[in-house]
């Protein structure tokens, strides 16, 4: 086998191994629906106390990537990856022994720093295993394709052991057991070699300097895209069942108010639907974003998205019951192709710190977007419908903005650089 040829082999592996790490944190992060269903009755919490599980998983990845997204750009992808990956696999081990909810909140920060850790490393490892920017978008959106599959087992699987009487603390021992394969293949694999550039060797890299990214227009710009996108796309899975239910306060009335069977198993699986087809419009957005405009597709995306929130609202739940589903196909590339552009507008040396700015960005838009659904909602009676006029107004402004984005092409010249400087 050639040089050349081994070194295929071993790019290969790398993705591989990314694709992978996305899929098993997806299966904690999204089954926090399931989860708080079994909190709430074992630990006898309240829903604002319950909501602490997303709330504060969010908040690690938020600290994590401000604070520690530098890390992959000091010390390698490798070695952070391991690191992230480490603490990840104890947090999700440590679930076996607690026996009080303020212990299970503990894990659940440290697994959110843990996640943020290795995520940042493993985007700006993208970075270091694609020859082109167009590439680098393609494995974005394949890295999220897997974490789209990791969403739909984990839930299923959540409710699976719960039907067969099994604790829902043992997905997170799942979770650690398919980890620490991770790290055994991750300490096995041999990673691209890592070089930080002259200026970032002069002049390191630490928390001051991710924290000048915030000055840079390209990192805000990507960052502030994916806030309004995250808050727009978690109004789905947290607050979609509240909107599609007919009487919240009767079993057999949840979905009287559709008619035929088939209405009433939609609304009973609309999330999962709507994260089968998020999952599919990724594996899909691995090709379009190699035969078409990136700033097209996601001007015409967000605004599909945006016709689907507002037909929902105008055409109630009836209409809602089919369209906001169908957002996860527009939503689907999306968020891949935010990390992929805002990374790709900086050197490699630095995609560990811009990563960790999108990501901060990103975890707050999760934890702030259904927030604030839930406060203009409970202002309102608890009328869902109010909330998601608070999600409409952030689907519209994010069009606006890839509308603009589509029309004037800000980061062409930037990309072009990056292309001729960085990529083979």
Not at 291 to 313: E, P, Q, T
Request: some cysteine; overall charge neutral.
């Amino acid at each position: 086998m050639t040089n050349t040829q081994t070194n295929n082999r071993n790019l290969s592996l790398v993705r591989w191994l990314t694709y992978l790490m996305f899929m098993m944190f997806a299966m904690t992060s999204d089954s926090v629906g399931e989860i708080i269903k079994e909190v709430k009755r074992e630990f006898d919490v309240s829903n604002t106390e319950a909501s602490l599980m997303h709330t504060l998983f969010m908040v690690g990845i938020a600290f994590s990537g401000l604070f520690l997204g530098f890390l992959a750009d000091k010390f390698g992808r490798k070695n952070t990856i391991i690191l992230g990956l480490s603490l990840f696999a104890i947090s999700c081990y440590l679930f076996l022994v607690g026996t009080s909810f303020a212990f299970i909140l503990g894990l659940i920060t440290l697994s959110g720093i843990a996640v943020g850790i290795f995520k940042t490393a493993a985007l700006a490892l993208i970075g270091d295993i694609s020859t082109s920017t167009k590439q680098h978008t393609g494995t974005m959106n394949g890295a999220e394709a897997f974490f789209g599959v990791g969403a739909i087992i984990g839930p299923l699987l959540v409710a699976w052991l719960v039907r067969e009487g099994v604790d829902w603390k043992w997905l997170y021992v799942i979770a650690g057991g398919l980890c620490t394969l991770l790290i055994a293949m991750a300490y096995k694999v041999n990673y691209p070699e890592f070089k930080a550039s002259e200026n970032t060797a002069k002049k390191g890299s630490n928390f001051v300097s991710s924290l000048k990214l915030l000055k840079n227009p390209y990192s805000m710009g990507f960052s502030i895209g994916a806030f309004l996108y995250v808050a727009a796309e978690s109004a789905i899975y947290v607050w979609m069942p509240s909107y599609l239910v007919c009487d919240a306060s009767s079993i057999k009335d949840t979905f009287a108010c559709y008619t035929t069977d088939g209405q009433q198993m939609l609304a009973m699986y609309a999330v999962s639907v709507f994260f089968s087809l998020r999952a599919a419009g990724r594996f899909v957005g691995i090709w379009m974003m190699q035969h078409f405009n990136w700033a097209l597709v996601l001007m015409l995306f967000s605004g599909a998205i945006l016709v689907c929130f507002a037909g929902g609202l105008v055409g109630g739940r009836e209409v809602a019951l089919y369209l906001f589903p169908l957002t996860g196909i527009f939503m689907s590339v999306i968020y891949p192709t935010f990390n992929s552009k805002g990374i790709s507008c900086f050197p490699k040396a630095e995609h560990g710190s811009v990563a960790g700015i999108i990501l901060f960005f990103t975890a707050a838009g999760a934890a702030a977007g259904p927030l604030i659904m839930g406060i203009v909602s409970d202002a309102y009676d608890g009328e869902a419908k109010y909330g998601f006029m608070v999600a409409t107004g952030f689907a519209a402004v994010l069009f606006a903005g890839l509308l603009y984005n589509y029309l004037f092409n800000p980061t062409e010249a930037r990309l072009a650089e990056i292309e001729k400087t960085e990529y083979l």
